[in-house]
């Protein structure tokens, strides 16, 4: 149980466009999604967290028009990367948990952005 | 706030052989420590988690961790490695009353045959 789910698991834009990346909770309805980015060979660094129904609480340095989060329902958040630029390419990871899933929270497969 | 470092960036060992992934955690309040383990081009999966209680974790495909209070650490363990272990593995701490995971850097587990 407690999967989650990201589409598309890569995509390529245009720099300049805007692309929007999918977070589904397929079997738990998620109270909270998280949303990662990480470097190539470095860590992971969380963007944002997202309550549902409410705006998004992004972490310092993230810059929260360029990178838009909807929670709109208990089992989807979206992601879009708007005006990409090749500097946007990277790994994005989102991850939900639940409201009596303790401290345990679950990770999608993530989504390769490639912007060129 | 809550800092996670893992001094390792990669370790190399040999088939069969026993390892040691290191992880030191720094937090001014209680703490829940996990690894997870990432496969080439895939997100992350969850090795063990110590949230209260033993201090010695037994998580999946045989890896353990250990929880020292005094050392602020949580290294990661199997006795015996196979080639499909080849990996990254992350060490992340979240802070009592939080759900944000902090990740370490990482240490990239390479098997040899």
Redesign the interface.
């Known amino acids: 149980g407690a999967v989650v789910s990201q589409h598309p698991s890569r995509v390529i834009c245009k720099s300049g466009t805007s692309v929007k990346i999918e977070c589904r909770s397929l079997d738990f309805q998620a109270t909270t999604m998280f949303w990662y980015r990480q470097f190539p060979k470095k860590s992971l660094m969380l963007m944002a967290t997202s309550n549902e129904g409410s705006k998004a609480t992004y972490e310092q340095g993230v810059e929260k028009d360029k990178f838009l989060i909807n929670h709109a329902s208990l089992t989807l958040s979206t992601l879009t990367v708007t005006s990409a630029h090749p500097e946007d390419s990277s790994f994005y990871i989102c991850s939900a948990r639940y409201s009596s899933s303790g401290n345990t929270i679950y990770f999608g497969e993530g989504s390769w952005l490639t912007v060129v | 706030a809550q800092s996670v470092t893992q001094l390792d960036s990669q370790v190399p060992v040999f088939e069969e052989a026993p390892v040691e992934l290191r992880c030191n955690y720094s937090s001014s309040v209680s703490v ?1 420590l996990f690894w ?1 383990v990432q496969y080439p ?6 090795l063990l ?1 110590y ?1 209260s209680g033993s201090t010695l974790v037994k998580g999946i495909n045989g890896f353990e961790a250990e929880f020292n209070k005094s050392q602020t650490s949580f290294h990661l363990r199997k006795p015996s490695v196979h080639i499909s272990d080849t990996a990254e593995y ?1 060490c992340a701490v ?1 802070g009592s009353g939080t ?8 240490t990239r587990l390479k098997v040899l045959a």
Not at chain 2, 41 to 46: K, P, S, V
Not at chain 2, 99 to 106: E, L, Q
């Open positions: 829940y997870y081009n895939q997100g992350l999966q969850l988690k949230l992350f979240m759900y944000k995971y902090i990740f370490g850097t990482g």
